[in-house]
């Protein structure tokens, strides 16, 4: 599969993304799935100026990535793919797009979520999601960066 690794980041693109991320999977597409993203002209351009030199991106709507991913479209291609959120993740997979694994990296503190990690707050939905992911056999990590461990995320939803 074109799909090199799969990540939740609220920031969407950005340095430790742009830079430690993307050299460390070796990705030669960035692609960032998220319905409101598409239709914000100044987070498009802002994406396209973090994005590495010589890194493709594409910024698709959850229905196109699916399209797209399930076409074959980027199959010649190593894709890292970023979604906003846990439920935008959880929809890609409800889609078919066929991910065995994803990363939660960052999502920050709201009304109503929990810090269970210094970079990750979580909701009640979030956790039904998590679980309803893991129980179809979906492997969610929360990992900052590459080099923290790969834990899995249920180890800190108590």
Partial sequence: MSIKHARVDERLVHGQVATVWTNTLGAQRIMVVNDL?????????????????????????????IEKILAGNYDDEKVFLITKDIQDMADLIDGGVPLKAFNVGNISQKAGSKSIKKSVAVTETDIQTIKRLNEQGIKITAQMVPSESDESILNFIK
């Avoid at 498009?44 to 990535?65: C, D, E, N, Q």
């Fill in 37 to 65: 993203a598409v239709k914000d002209q100044m987070q498009i351009g802002a994406l396209k100026m973090a994005k590495p030199a010589g890194v493709k991106l594409s910024i698709l709507s959850k229905r196109k990535a």
